[in-house]
């Protein structure tokens, strides 16, 4: 008799992390998609969406109580957090708890993986050396996204503690922002591209241009949660006192700068279209102050040790390359 098939429950399972995930686990697990928004789309052969709300304790026990491991997406981002505090609180903060408390409760669950952020480090007087010790500076960031980095810090914080009070493993992925072909519309490298291959110019604010940006290709977010998964569901992953053993930052080793990126996109274009397509770079200024300097990029490095060796990834691609690939994407689309 073949051994059964594991089971991972992901929540916000139909949104870009959780669908890109499903894409990539669908062929080795049997996927269980929670969400309270049903997918655009079929989730495929292995995977399965099931309406839930983490809100609620009841229905998220009953659903997440034969699964074998949770992998935490859901979240209310920027814009919706400050549009709907109560929302993002009750989601972010209480819907967390909640998971944690299923998952450390129910006998056949071994663990728990949060979707983590780099925005917990802040933006502004970034400093040193960035590793998983770099600490929390939710306070150092732009006004819209500071209720965001608030929330993934509690979220942190929340999956931290149960880590260190349970016998199961409750891990953390800090994952930079996420570069992918069908990666949310409003990021900044979305809007470059579209504009670019629309002949449109590229438009960085000036108070924000040199604003240092941590990036991850999704082929490698997802590679960096399978193995993380496989390592808990086998048992590979030993408790010890500190949970900051379990939080792995997952992202491209080199800061980029908002320009550096308008200019990647210019870059990528104008060699993907040999030539024929060559947009232009035109700074916006919106009369906010300058919060940057060109030099802050220079005064941080990266240290992803911790994802090469604990998890094995080896290479991280480049925010070039990553970018290079989506154009190419997107212009073999068209």
């Known amino acids: ?23 990539r686990l669908a062929g080795s697990f049997d996927l269980r998609l929670l969400d309270v928004k049903a997918p655009k789309e079929d989730v495929g052969k292995g ?31 920027i814009p919706a957090i400050n549009e709907q505090k109560k929302l ?55 006004d819209r996204a500071r209720l965001y980095a608030l929330a993934k810090m ?31 519309e409003k990021t900044a490298a ?12 590229l438009t960085p604010y000036r108070h924000s241009m040199f604003r240092p940006m941590l990036y991850v290709d999704i082929g490698d977010a997802c590679r960096a949660y399978e193995i993380f998964a496989r390592k ?20 491209s080793p080199e800061p980029v700068t908002i320009l550096d990126l308008a200019e990647i996109v210019r870059d990528s274009i104008i060699k993907c279209s040999e030539g024929e397509i060559e947009p232009k770079i035109e700074i916006t200024d919106i009369g906010q102050p ?17 994802a090469l060796k604990f998890l094995g990834l080896g290479r991280l691609k480049t925010t070039r390359e990553s970018i290079e690939e989506i154009v190419k994407a997107k212009m073999s689309n068209v």
């Open 154 to 184: 509690a979220q942190e914080s929340t999956v931290r503690f149960h880590d260190e009070m349970s016998d199961k493993v409750f891990g953390i992925i800090r994952m930079g922002t996420v570069l992918g072909l069908d990666m949310p």
């Open 232 to 251: 808990i569901l086998d048992g590979e992953v030993e408790k010890k006192g500190n949970s900051l053993a379990h939080v792995v930052n997952v992202y």
């Open 1 to 23: 008799m073949s051994a059964r098939r594991r089971v991972i429950g992901i929540t916000g399972g139909t949104g870009y992390i959780g669908s890109s995930l499903a894409k």
């Open 290 to 306: 300058i919060m940057f300097s060109e030099k802050d990029k220079n005064m941080v490095q990266v240290d992803v040790t911790k």
């Open 190 to 201: 979305n809007i470059f591209i579209e504009n670019g291959l629309k002949r449109k110019p």
């Open 88 to 142: 993002g609180y009750e989601v972010n903060f209480l819907g967390t708890q909640n998971i944690c408390r299923v998952v450390d409760e129910e006998p056949r669950v071994k663990g728990m993986i949060l979707a983590g952020s780099w925005h917990t480090i802040g933006e502004r007087g970034l400093k040193g050396v960035i590793d998983e010790e770099f600490g929390f500076r939710p306070d150092k960031v732009e």
């Open 47 to 77: 995977a399965e969406f099931q309406a839930c709300d983490i809100r609620n304790p009841n229905e998220l026990k009953n659903t997440l109580k034969d699964v074998d491991l949770v992998i935490h997406t859901a979240i209310i981002q």
